[in-house]
């Protein structure tokens, strides 16, 4: 017996109708980064006197990347960079991953009022200042953990995962428990295990954020050498120089742009690498953390 069902017309034609608009929908989205790749590959003069949509490099020329590498401080925000996304990922899903626990069993004490409070966070603030007094005041400015301890917890991401954590069967737990396993074993043993989609996903979530931090760097940080990439990729954004005397230069003009391009491509390029890897886990992680039966 066939089990496959015969499409009508009008199906065909639908179905014909989203591959078209999705395909559309992902042309748009992804020239942008075809834009830029192409024109910080090109010839900077050429460039200048191009308008319109670059399809591929306008002549060739490596000069934008040499321009940005050149900078001295490019290696050291990114071993800044590395180190704030692994360490401060990894206390994020520590805390999160905790919290989850904790939040998702039935009888912790006061689950209601620290869930209230925690999802409280994430409709007020009590904006800049106070943040950067409490910070300064808690001996963490101008240190590391300025850009770590501050948002060690996504209320977002909690909650995300508690539910998450919540979807796993009580049976499994008490069975663990007969068992003798503690708190700590039923998490890592059990939760995690069964949830390592939505960890897949959190991990994603805050590594990508921390990346692309550059906003409470430059608030808290006042050491050049600690900054993260995308803090001395801004600088050169605003600046259109690595040095600041490249705007003595006589080719100073026609290379600004190209280093831009090329500037976009450094800070961007190394992220998306993660995508593909964690793409299998992504809508099954938002999707079981979401969704509570």
């Not at 009022?113 to 400015?141: D, S």
């Not at 050049?224 to 995308?230: A, H, N």
């Not at 976009?264 to 593909?276: E, N, R």
Request: glycine content about 6%; overall charge positive.
């Amino acid at each position: 017996m066939n089990s496959k069902v015969k499409k009508s017309k009008g199906d065909r034609i639908f179905i014909f109708i989203v591959y078209v608009l999705m395909g559309l929908l992902a042309l748009i989205c992804l020239y942008p980064m075809w834009h830029v790749v192409m024109a910080s590959f090109s010839d900077p003069i050429r460039l200048m006197g191009h308008s319109g949509v670059i399809l591929k490099p306008l002549g060739h020329s490596l000069e934008g990347y040499k321009v940005v590498l050149q900078n001295p401080n490019i290696p050291i925000s990114y071993r800044n960079t590395i180190f704030y996304v692994l360490a401060g990922t990894a206390i994020n899903m520590l805390m999160t991953t905790l919290g989850a626990y904790a939040l998702s069993r039935k009888g912790f004490m006061f689950k209601r009022t620290l869930t209230l409070l925690i999802v409280f966070t994430m409709y007020f603030n009590a904006g800049l200042v106070p943040n950067f007094l409490l910070v300064k005041g808690l001996g963490m400015y101008d240190s590391v953990w300025a850009l770590l301890l501050p948002g060690a917890i996504s209320t977002w991401n909690l909650i995300v995962m508690k539910t998450s954590f919540q979807s796993v069967p009580v049976s499994l737990e008490e069975s663990a428990r007969l068992d003798g396993a503690n708190d700590f074993v039923i998490l890592g043993r059990i939760f995690l295990p069964l949830s390592k989609a939505t960890v897949a996903v959190m991990i994603l979530f805050y590594a990508v954020a921390h990346w692309s931090s550059w906003f409470n760097a430059m608030i808290y940080l006042n050491d050049r050498s600690k900054y993260p990439l995308q803090l001395i990729m801004r600088e050169i954004l605003i600046s259109n120089s690595t040095s600041g005397n490249i705007m003595a230069d006589t080719d100073a003009m026609f290379l600004q742009e190209v280093v831009k391009y090329a500037t976009i491509v450094v800070s961007t390029v190394p992220i998306l690498f993660i995508y593909p890897f964690a793409q299998k886990y992504f809508m099954a992680g938002v999707m079981m953390g979401s969704v509570k039966e």
